[in-house]
Structures are given as structure tokens and as C-alpha cells.
């Protein structure tokens, strides 16, 4: 594996029982099914020093890729290699020792931060798993309070003091403690007012490039994975159907749910109302998938090999992969 | 780590709960006792009319009068400073019961809900047992065994108290350590005792803090109901259960004595249900507009 | 000349509450003209939700406290209607969807059951009394399913809310909110909680449906691509007033408060260079229980703090600066 691969996902499936789950089907309607197939086999690589936009609607399973990557769910199977190395089944003991390069910025500012304690309380955690020395932690608090642009004057309120914004920045701060080297990005921003985003997508990139680490920027908003981001992958239904680099993506999808997706993005240009990649029906949910291509009943081009044989991932041009029987032309 | 009360959460929970008349009495009742109970033990018995162990039979059995709010005993003892000097005694066991069963239930609730699995199984059927046999029939049999005396009566209260708040801590343990800040904590790698002393307890302890203030008021009435069957507080001590069992045998001809120390128990246990209904009623959501 | 179909006059909205005392709208004029969809953008908190429900006599009297001059819905002033009065203009006269359909459609009842109703009170109120013939509701109930893209209607009518995905739920409240053919629509954020391909079948739904039936619509969103992409005019508030109303093209070509122009530059736009920074605001929205004296915006004003003498004591008024396009600004 090159030495510039920073975690490589291999493989990675993630299904949960659902006994009588109810689910909706791509006509939309609820029926009733019994294994949900959240991750369905995903292959990934992210390099040093680089950000992967991972982009998907609801029931893409990328949450749960999330989740799965830092190791807070066991994978049902597939392997996962930080630096190289083997962490699918390290013990939760062991693995604390890796979590100082692994962190997490998760969607929500307001449930993810402890109530009951004060903000440099927050910051201070991971530390403390690191270093028992109270006054290296202590001005290391310091250092990220500012970093994240927050007032020190502030160190000592909680988390319902604080804006939407102003917490975000102190998740950020506390997933910077240990100076990961890559961090998930759980759709940070999705809470957040249009213009309090863009202070904290400013605050993110600055804090990249300072620190050299990676980041999966994982969002249902390709607008601003896309501002974001060197890579992307497009998730449908648990598997990945389109991965390259950002705006090859954009300027020339080969996946037909990719280009659904890119042309349903509403553009503040009332002039560019154009006509949207049809897409027929609903997301069908994961607990049922459709056989073959899972995104066939909805696709416009289906054929009945689509219905009958799932695509694999093939690098169509440089670096460039797709999983589709009929790849779009440029 | 510390209970996070905001200005506008105290505004709010005081303003709903002025506008509820009963809670206020709740109120006034709580503050009353406490208050007592606290000047009794700084001042002692000059803060009463008369020496509560006083015997004086020729002032035996005085019915209520100005001399004697609450008239005399067979011993000639006035039952109104009896009372109130049995008030920090009654809190005392009031409290001690609430928090102590708190405290050992939150503990081992919180650790079961988070831990799940067996060790949760087995909390799980020992709350069971507990919580299926009434809880005074066990206090009463527990206080039984033990023996007499106040000590035992709080310690027969705690093994029938504190399953009641396992279960409760249990529950919320298990909704809390889905929450979002518990994953964050163990993606910074900390260690599962941890996150259950510095997250899970903390979170779970200010709800209940909320319900047991209704607690207190039962606590003492099983208590007194101990005493009153002569398991708690021996003589000479003054309490206000054991001053309901020394009053039974004289109901007919001196009903002051069992019947008014009984009123006071029953105003106090009242005072904090009103007290406990009204605080619950004021931070519903729904009535806080 | 188009006519207009709404227009509110000086419409304030107060709270009281334990809390505090906060603004939620200050004397804020609007006008919705027929057959033009109005798109009223806004960051959260800016009121225009309160405007639509204030319109709609939908706030609870205390702790809200509602002033204006006049609410006119096509001839008659709805600020002076009885409780009595507006249920007769819900529904037929002017309707409303949500963002969380969920919340809205009754769980105990098949969406075939609550459109029909909403049917039934139509051909009631129109005067129709064909109406109580069931089988005539039933075949508009099936039109209606159709024209929303609800595979399989017949059956469709049988199925609870909760069996519904979010789109499709959607599909069913416009449905409910266009089949009593209502001269005003108001849409609350109703495409904030899809999926971005969802929402633009939704959106392609609305504008066809609309122009169908002859409705206007007051279009709400904090996603100003969403406005761009279905208003004919718009509306942007800030803190309780608005700030910039034009026509959609000149709003994005041409915006002139600050604040317009602010919150077009935050969002990360397609041609911009990747991983650039984005402009921002410093600061954020005020409290509405402190709004500063003079134009709320200025606190954080690009302007104001280089030209805006007036800034600080002086509210702005809205006034119109070329034709159909009216700014509240000092500058």
C-alpha cells in the first residue's frame, strides 16, 4: 500500500437486523423487510494531507460509513488500514491508542456537547486520554479557543450559552486537541445558517492547511462538498457508484445518479433554470434493495442487464471510477 | 463538571410554578420544616416553650390550650415542643433516605444501562424482585430484622428506595449513551468508567433531583409509619411517628396526642407531593409559554 | 398592471413571553400580486415564518401580539376577521404547507380520507351541493393524486401518512393545499427536509400545478438557490424586516443592501476556485429581544462601518429605487 494512503477501507460491509422494520420502497410506500444493508461493500482510499467529499441522500448509508470508519460500530465485515495497518478488530483499549489520529466533527452542535460541562472541559477530554500534565492541557485549551476564534472569556460557559456557530467551532477545537491527522466531517455544517456556514468552512480550510491533516467531508449538499474537496465519492444505497476527483465529477458525471444529482442542485441563478437528469420515484430504502444495479428502477437508461447484474467499480479514466453497465458519455 | 441551571431555566420553572397555587403552599410547607429542622439544631431546645423531656405528671394529659398549643402527654411533657424538636430528626431520616438511595441507585442504574448485556440482565431481575413486593410490607420486614432504632429505620428505607431509581437511572442511560457527545467521548479514546462517571451520572442526577423532592415527603411518612409501629426512634427520643405509637393507646381520652403529631406528618409528606407535583408540572414543556 | 392578491400593511408581531420580551416583526409591508409566485428568504429567526402565520391568524393570541394597518386579502382586511371568519378563508381562500408534512397530515386518518375532506369543504363553501356526492369527491380525490405523480391512486388512498416517505408526503399536502383551489398559497420551507432530488420534483410540481390552478404563492426559504430557482419575485428579511424586494432576476444580478449581497456571497457557488474562502458576515443575527436602534443589520454592516452616519439611529425605510425594486437601507 503507498505511503501516501492515510485509510484505506477495504471491502466494508455494515448490515443490521431489523426484525419487522418497516421501510419505503422506491414507489414510496412503506413495506416490511428484515436485514438493513447500510454499507454494502465500500472501497476507499484517502491520502495525506487531502480531503474525500463522500455525497449521498438519505439512506446512502453514509452515516453509518462514518461511523463504521472510526470503529464506533463493528463492521459486519471488510477491513479498515490506518497507516497501513490492520484496526478492524483492535480492542476499544488498543484502538484508544490510535484515536488521537482519528477524530470526528459530528452534524449536530447542539447534542454533541455535554450539557453539563463547561466548554474547556470539552476541549480538554481527548487530551486527557493523551497526557495526564495539567498545565500542558490547560494551554492547549487556550491555543484552540483562539484558534477557533472564540474568546477566552468564554472558556468557562456551557454549551447552551453558546450560538449554533460558536459550538461547532468548539466541536472543531475538540477534535483538534490531539492534532488528528484525519478527521470525519459528519455534515457539519448542515445545522447551520448560510452565513454562519461560511465562516465555519473558512475556519476548516485555514485549520487544513495549517495542519496538513486529511479530512472525509461527508454532506448531502454537493455544493459545498464540492468547495471542499480534491476527491469525491457518490454513495446510493450503501455502495459507492461514482468516485474521482471533484470537478471531473462535476463537469462530466459518468453515473447516471450522479448527474440526477448534480443537475437537481438548485443554482442561485434564476436565469439557469434548466432541465434536471430525470430520476423517477423515491430513495427505496436499504432494507430491501433493488436486484442487479440498485439504482436501475429509477434510472432512465435501464436495461434488463441492469436489473440482473450489479456493475462493479471500474476506472473509466484517470482515477476516474464508475459502477455502471452504460457509463455516460463526456 | 457541575449541574447546568441557566437564568432563563430558573425564570421560567419559578414563573410557571408562582402561578400554581397549590405548589405554592408545597412551597411554604418545605420551607417551614426545613427551616425548623435547622433552627432546632442550632438553637436547641431554647427554641421551644417548654424542655421536651420535661416530665411533670401533674401536668399530664392537658388538653390543647395557649400554654399548651398541643396539650401534654401521659408524662406531662408538651406535645408542641416535642414536635418541633422532633422536626431535624425527621429530616434528617427524610433526606438521608432520598439522597443516599439516589445516589447508590444512579450509580448502579447508570453503570447497568451503559454496560447492557448480562450485567444489566441480572439489575434488571434484582430490581424486579424488589419493585414486586410492596415496598412498606419489605421496609417494615427489613426494620423487623434489624431492630429498633432510627439508624435501621433509614437503612430498611434505603433497600426499598433505591430500586426505584436504578430503574429510572437505567432508562436514561440507556437514551444517553446513544447521544452524540458520548460517541465523541469514545472517539477521543476514553476509557469506559469514564464515560460513565463524567457523562452518563452527571446527566442522569438533575431529572431525578427534580422527582425525589416529591420523594421526601413519602420517605418520611414510611418512616414515620416504622415508628409508628414502634420499630424507630425509642423513648425518650422525639419523633414524630413514635409520637403517634406512644399517643394510640390514650385515642379516646387524649386524642391530641397521637392525632396532632399525625397531622403534621401529614401536612409535611403533603407539603412536598405539592411541592414535587407542581415542579414536574413546571418543567413540562407544554405548560411553559 | 398586475393585481395584487395579499398585501399586509405595517405588520408588527410581539412576544411575550418569560423569557423576554422580542420582536418577531417590525411594521413590515408585503405584497403578493396574482398568479406570481413570491419567494421571502430569510437566515433562521428573521421572522418570515411569523409573517406567514400571522397572516394566517395562526399564532396563539398571547403570548403573541400582533399590530398592523390593514391585512388585505384580495377586497377584505383579515386583521379585522373573527376566529369564525378566517376558518372560512383557510383552506379555500388561502392555504398553507409545512416543511414537516408529518406534523400537519393527521396520522389516524388515510390520506384518501383528509383529501377528501379538504375537497368536501370546498364544493361546500363554493356552494356546490353535488358536494355530498361521494362519488364525485372520490374521482377528484384520484385527479388530484394523479396530478401530484402519485403512482397508482386507487390504492394510494388507503395507505396512513406514516407509510409515506418525505416526498411523497410532500406530494400529498400540496395536493391537499391546491385541491380547494385557493387563491394564495403559503409554503413554509417545504423542501428543506428532502433529499436535494426530491426537492427538485417538488419544486418542478409546484410551478406547474400553480400556474394550473391560477394560484400565488408565497414561497419561504433560508436556500436562496431554491428561490432563485421557482420565484418570479422576492423578498428578503432580516431581524423581523424586509430588507431588499425585487424581481428574481435583479435580486441576483443586482442586489443592493448589503446584507442581499452578503448572504449571495457566502454560498460556495459552482465557478468560484475551489477550497477558496468564502465571504463572510462577522458576527451573527441579533437577539430579538435587544434589536439595536437605527437598522438592525448594522452591527455588522460592511457599509455602515465606512459610510453609515444614520446607520445607528435611524431605521431604514423601504423604498422603491428603480421600478419594482424597492431596499431599506441608509446608504
Known amino acids: 500500500m503507498s505511503n501516501n494512503v492515510l485509510l484505506r477501507l477495504d471491502g466494508i460491509v455494515k448490515y443490521f437486523p431489523a426484525k419487522g422494520s418497516m421501510f419505503y420502497s422506491e414507489s414510496g410506500v412503506l413495506e416490511s423487510g428484515s436485514t438493513i444493508h447500510a454499507v454494502d461493500g465500500v472501497d476507499l482510499d484517502i491520502e495525506r494531507n487531502s480531503t474525500l467529499g463522500v455525497v449521498g441522500e438519505s439512506g446512502c448509508g453514509k452515516t453509518t460509513l462514518a461511523r463504521t470508519i472510526l470503529l464506533l460500530i463493528k463492521p459486519t465485515s471488510g477491513k479498515l488500514y490506518f497507516e497501513g495497518r490492520d484496526i478492524t478488530n483492535l480492542s476499544y483499549r488498543d484502538l484508544a491508542k490510535i484515536r488521537p489520529n482519528l477524530q470526528i466533527i459530528f452534524q449536530d452542535p447542539f447534542s454533541s456537547l455535554d450539557p453539563r460541562m463547561r466548554a474547556k472541559e470539552i476541549i480538554a477530554e481527548p487530551l486527557g486520554v493523551v497526557t495526564k500534565n495539567r498545565e500542558t492541557i490547560k494551554e492547549r485549551v487556550r491555543e484552540l479557543f483562539e484558534q477557533v476564534g472564540l474568546g477566552m472569556d468564554q472558556l468557562n460557559r456551557f454549551p447552551n450559552e453558546f450560538s449554533g456557530g460558536q459550538r461547532q467551532r468548539i466541536a472543531i477545537a475538540r477534535a483538534l486537541a490531539t492534532k488528528p491527522k484525519l478527521v470525519i466531517l459528519d455534515e457539519p455544517t448542515s445545522a447551520l445558517d448560510a452565513s454562519t456556514q461560511a465562516q465555519i468552512l473558512n475556519l476548516l480550510l485555514d485549520i487544513q492547511e495549517q495542519y496538513k491533516m486529511s479530512y472525509m467531508f461527508i454532506s448531502h449538499n454537493v455544493s459545498v462538498v464540492r468547495h471542499m474537496s480534491d476527491r469525491m465519492a457518490v454513495m446510493y444505497l450503501g455502495k459507492i457508484v461514482e468516485e474521482g476527483p471533484v470537478d471531473e465529477l462535476m463537469l462530466r458525471p459518468r453515473h447516471p445518479y450522479t448527474a440526477a444529482l448534480i443537475s437537481s442542485i438548485p443554482k442561485p441563478n434564476p436565469r439557469a433554470r434548466g432541465e434536471m437528469v430525470e430520476i423517477r420515484g423515491e430513495t427505496p430504502s436499504p432494507v430491501n434493495p433493488p436486484s442487479g444495479c440498485r439504482y436501475h428502477p429509477r434510472c432512465p437508461f435501464a436495461t434488463k442487464l441492469c436489473s440482473e447484474r450489479e456493475p462493479q467499480l471500474q476506472e473509466l479514466e484517470d482515477r476516474h471510477s464508475t459502477a455502471c453497465h452504460y457509463p455516460l458519455k463526456s | ?289 | 398592471m398586475t393585481k395584487p392578491i395579499l398585501q399586509v400593511h405595517e405588520l408588527s408581531v410581539v412576544f411575550e413571553t418569560f423569557g423576554g420580551r422580542y420582536s418577531a416583526l417590525n411594521n413590515v409591508d408585503l405584497t403578493v400580486n396574482e398568479s406570481e409566485i413570491m419567494g421571502l428568504v430569510g437566515e433562521s429567526g428573521c421572522g418570515k415564518s411569523t409573517l406567514a402565520l400571522a397572516v394566517m391568524a395562526l399564532l396563539p393570541r398571547p403570548p403573541a401580539r400582533i399590530h398592523s394597518r390593514s391585512i388585505m386579502f384580495r377586497e377584505n382586511d383579515l386583521s379585522l376577521y373573527t376566529e369564525k371568519q378566517m376558518e372560512q378563508v383557510r383552506g379555500t381562500g388561502i392555504s398553507m404547507i409545512f416543511q414537516e408534512p408529518l406534523t400537519s397530515l393527521n396520522p389516524l386518518f388515510t390520506i384518501g380520507e383528509q383529501l377528501s375532506e379538504t375537497i368536501r369543504i370546498k364544493l361546500q363553501r363554493s356552494g356546490d351541493h353535488v358536494g355530498r356526492n361521494e362519488g364525485k369527491v372520490r374521482a377528484e380525490v384520484v385527479e388530484w393524486l394523479k396530478r401530484v405523480d402519485l403512482a397508482d391512486p386507487e390504492s394510494a388512498m388507503q395507505r396512513y401518512p406514516h407509510e409515506w416517505s418525505g416526498g411523497m408526503r410532500q406530494r400529498v399536502m400540496i395536493a391537499m393545499a391546491l385541491a380547494a383551489k385557493p387563491g394564495l398559497m403559503l409554503a413554509d420551507e417545504p423542501t428543506s427536509a428532502l433529499d436535494v432530488t426530491t426537492q427538485a420534483q417538488i419544486l418542478r410540481l409546484v410551478k406547474s400545478l400553480v400556474s394550473e390552478v391560477r394560484a400565488s404563492v408565497l414561497f419561504i426559504s433560508h436556500d436562496l438557490a431554491v428561490v432563485a430557482q421557482i420565484a418570479d419575485r422576492v423578498a428578503v428579511m432580516y431581524a423581523g424586516m424586509i430588507v431588499e424586494e425585487a424581481s428574481v432576476n435583479e435580486i441576483f444580478e443586482n442586489p443592493l443592501h448589503p446584507y442581499t449581497q452578503a448572504l449571495l456571497s457566502s454560498v460556495p457557488k459552482e465557478n468560484a476556485v475551489k477550497k477558496s474562502r468564502l465571504e463572510i458576515i462577522p458576527g451573527s443575527v441579533p437577539n430579538l429581544t435587544h434589536i439595536p436602534p437605527g437598522c438592525p443589520f448594522q452591527p455588522r454592516c460592511k457599509c455602515a462601518m465606512e459610510f453609515g452616519v444614520r446607520c445607528s439611529t435611524t431605521r431604514p425605510e423601504l423604498l422603491e429605487i428603480s421600478a419594482g425594486h424597492k431596499v431599506a437601507c441608509n446608504v
Open chain 2, 1 to 289: 463538571m457541575s449541574l447546568t441551571i441557566d437564568r432563563k431555566e430558573i425564570a421560567l420553572t419559578l414563573g410557571v410554578l408562582k402561578r400554581d397555587r397549590l405548589s405554592l403552599v408545597g412551597i411554604a410547607v418545605a420551607v417551614l420544616f426545613i427551616g425548623t429542622a435547622i433552627a432546632v439544631v442550632i438553637f436547641g431546645n431554647s427554641l421551644v416553650p417548654y424542655n421536651p423531656t420535661d416530665v411533670n405528671i401533674s401536668d399530664a394529659f392537658q388538653s390543647p390550650s395557649f400554654q399548651h398549643l398541643f396539650g401534654t402527654d401521659n408524662f406531662g411533657r408538651d406535645i408542641f415542643s416535642r414536635c418541633v424538636v422532633a422536626a431535624p430528626v425527621d429530616a434528617e431520616i427524610g433526606f438521608t433516605i432520598v439522597i443516599v438511595s439516589i445516589l447508590i441507585g444512579v450509580f448502579l442504574g447508570s453503570t447497568s444501562g451503559y454496560v447492557g448485556g448480562r450485567v444489566d440482565e441480572i439489575l434488571m431481575r434484582i430490581t424486579d424482585v424488589f419493585i414486586s413486593v410492596p415496598s412498606l410490607v419489605l421496609a417494615i420486614g427489613v426494620a423487623v430484622a434489624l431492630g429498633p432504632g432510627i439508624e435501621h429505620v433509614i437503612e430498611a428505607n434505603l433497600v426499598v428506595w433505591w430500586p426505584i431509581y436504578a430503574r429510572l437511572a437505567r432508562a436514561g442511560a440507556l437514551s444517553l449513551k446513544e447521544s452524540q457527545f458520548v460517541e465523541a467521548a469514545k472517539v477521543a479514546g476514553l476509557a469506559h468508567y469514564k464515560i460513565i462517571l463524567k457523562h452518563i451520572i452527571p446527566n442522569n442526577i438533575s431529572p431525578m433531583l427534580v422527582y425525589s423532592t416529591l420523594d421526601i415527603g413519602n420517605a418520611i411518612l414510611y418512616a414515620s409509619v416504622l415508628s409508628y409501629l414502634g420499630l424507630g426512634a425509642q423513648p425518650p427520643q422525639a419523633e414524630w411517628g413514635r409520637l403517634v405509637y406512644d399517643g394510640q393507646a390514650y385515642l379516646v381520652s387524649a386524642w391530641w396526642m397521637a392525632i396532632l403529631p399525625g397531622l403534621v406528618i401529614f401536612i409535611v409528606a403533603l407539603g412536598f407531593n405539592l411541592l414535587g407535583d407542581g415542579l414536574r408540572d413546571a418543567l413540562d414543556p407544554r405548560y411553559r409559554k
